[in-house]
């Protein structure tokens, strides 16, 4: 496959190439091949390990472009996600996503990526069933929240952004119960909404569940849809606005916008002005300049 090589004679693993990777669709078309849904275990777990880690460099290419997050990981190549950040009281180190971090302040940013690529599997009088986007939902919350204590334990002020990517079919799966995608939102949900660094550490900052269409021409569009949003039971979610101008739908550009606002806030280098319309993207403030205290300067003279 393009991209990647392959030693037979010593038996090591695809190593694989991430130069390039700048949307959803180049992360697909370097994660092939993509095993079918009842295919072999171990075919689909490598590919779900190879789209995680392609969709890492990618958003990691999209925060470095904004110009706000120098040194962000992983680098353009992929190097950089195998790096540990400390984590915990007891200075665990934790493999990590995307991640950006300062000599001075440590971690400051921080986006986990989980996805569900392939339908259940189950097998009744021999035969293998297919089934919906379901089975390890829950397990992958427990994971976030592990991930969200250890981190916001040891870096109350980091920003956490949960994406979760399910295949647009997941919202088309419903039939007289609540969608794959539904699920994913009733599951998701307690896990977002930190506002202040005194919130509960298990909670993410943000959580966005990345609906992409994985085949057909249209393969590589890509919608997030916020968790705190209100989903349809059945169903794909539309793009509209409500009457305060929130979109229920999210490009990628507005989603790696709304990551932008929620570190600026976090880091008092974002307001947003009711007078001025605003990119997509914003541009942070600088950093404010570091206040004297006055019984210091007092005492100085």
Known sequence: MPGRERSIRRGHAVKEERVGLFDVRDALKHSEPRPSDDGPQADK????????????????????????????????????????????????????????????????????????????????????????????????????RAEATDLHERHPYAVLVGLMFLPFRACDDGGVDKSSFAHAVVTFRP????????????????????????????????????????????????????TQGRRSLLTFDEMIGEIVKTYGIRNRRYIEWAD??????????SLPEEDVDETESDAAE
């Not at 943000?206 to 249209?218: N, P, S, T, W």
């Open 45 to 144: 777990k490598n590919y779900a390990q190879r789209f995680s880690n392609n969709l890492a460099v990618v958003l990691a290419n999209a925060l470095r472009k904004t110009g706000q997050f120098e040194g962000i990981l992983p680098k353009p190549d992929g190097t950089g996600r195998e790096t540990k950040t400390v984590s915990g009281a007891h200075k665990k180190l934790k493999k990590t996503d995307v991640r950006f971090s300062t000599f001075d302040t440590g971690l400051e940013l921080l986006v986990s990526v989980k996805t569900l690529s392939f339908r259940d599997t189950s097998k009744k009088n021999g035969e293998r069933i297919l089934g919906r986007y379901t089975k390890n939902m829950v397990r992958n919350d427990h994971e976030l």
């Open 191 to 242: 896990r977002a909404g930190r506002n202040k660094p005194s919130d509960p550490h298990q909670l993410f900052e943000r959580f966005f569940i990345g609906l992409y269409e994985h085949e057909g021409e249209r393969c590589g569009d890509v919608w997030f849809f916020d968790v705190l949003e209100n989903p349809p039971r059945r169903g794909r979610p539309r793009r509209s606005n409500d």
């Open 276 to 285: 001025e319309s605003e990119p997509i993207v914003p541009t942070l403030e």
